[in-house]
């Protein structure tokens, strides 16, 4: 199974939006609403940011918000802060036997 | 708190076994699916292995099936992945975590650093 698809780096400035995109195939993003998006910090742990395509679990701000058209997913992180940057990667479930694949991750940097 | 803590990482060499080991804290671990997720120096993460929250069935990435088995003590709260047959390329941070709500995974541990190498 394929990685999916991101962008290699966003940047933006503080209070600016920025989405990433993450592209995928009829055999995952566009089969299932099941794209989940994670946040790591270097030398630290992946923190899931979103869940079955546009939910954000308890805790996590709302300026993160997922979105899905076809088979492709993007998450928009809205009035840019230093502290959102960080690499980013997205997730989706690709059917009981490859279970779920990654995207190859997007570092995001704020100017 | 919620708590997942990793251990047993080590160096070893090619065609060495390695044992990983996840213990659980702060929730009621027989209601979760539990999975081991890595990540190689400097690279993206990879899914490598589930198992159901009652050890009724398991699944694997194609690069470590039949090389690795991930197994639950859901009487200690313990997982467990047992990787056989190392190869250079299994070099990686290694992520216990817990599966949320369907595929997504909602809590992580800390990560334990597997390196093989001759």
């Known amino acids: 199974q394929s990685a999916l698809t991101q962008p290699a780096s966003v940047s933006g400035s503080p209070g600016q939006s920025i989405a990433i995109s993450c592209i995928g195939t009829?055999?995952?993003?566009?089969?299932?609403?099941?794209v989940s998006w994670y946040q790591q910090h270097p030398g630290e742990a992946p923190k899931l940011m979103i869940y079955e395509d546009t939910k954000r679990p308890s805790g996590v701000s709302d300026r993160f918000s997922g979105s899905k058209s076809g088979n492709t997913a993007s998450l928009t992180i809205s009035g840019l802060r230093a502290e959102d940057e960080a690499n980013y990667y997205c997730?989706?479930?690709?059917?009981?036997?490859?279970?779920?694949?990654f995207g190859g991750g997007t570092k995001l940097t704020v100017l | 708190d919620v708590q997942l803590v990793e251990s047993g990482g080590d160096i070893v060499q090619p065609g060495e076994s390695l044992r990983l080991s996840c213990a659980a804290s702060g929730f009621t671990f027989s209601d979760y699916w539990m999975h081991w997720v890595r990540q190689a120096p400097g690279r993206g993460l990879m899914w490598v292995s589930y198992v159901k929250n009652d050890a009724s069935g398991t699944g694997y990435a194609d690069s470590v099936k039949g090389r690795f088995t991930i197994s639950r003590d859901n009487t200690r709260g313990t997982l467990s992945l047992q990787m056989n047959n190392l190869r250079v390329e299994d070099t990686a941070v290694y992520y216990c975590a817990r599966g949320g709500v369907d595929s997504a995974f909602d809590v992580w541990g800390q990560g334990i650093m597997v390196t093989v190498s001759s």
């Open positions: 009829s055999s995952d993003i566009g089969s299932y609403n099941l």
């Open positions: 997730c989706s479930y690709a059917g009981p036997n490859s279970f779920v694949v």
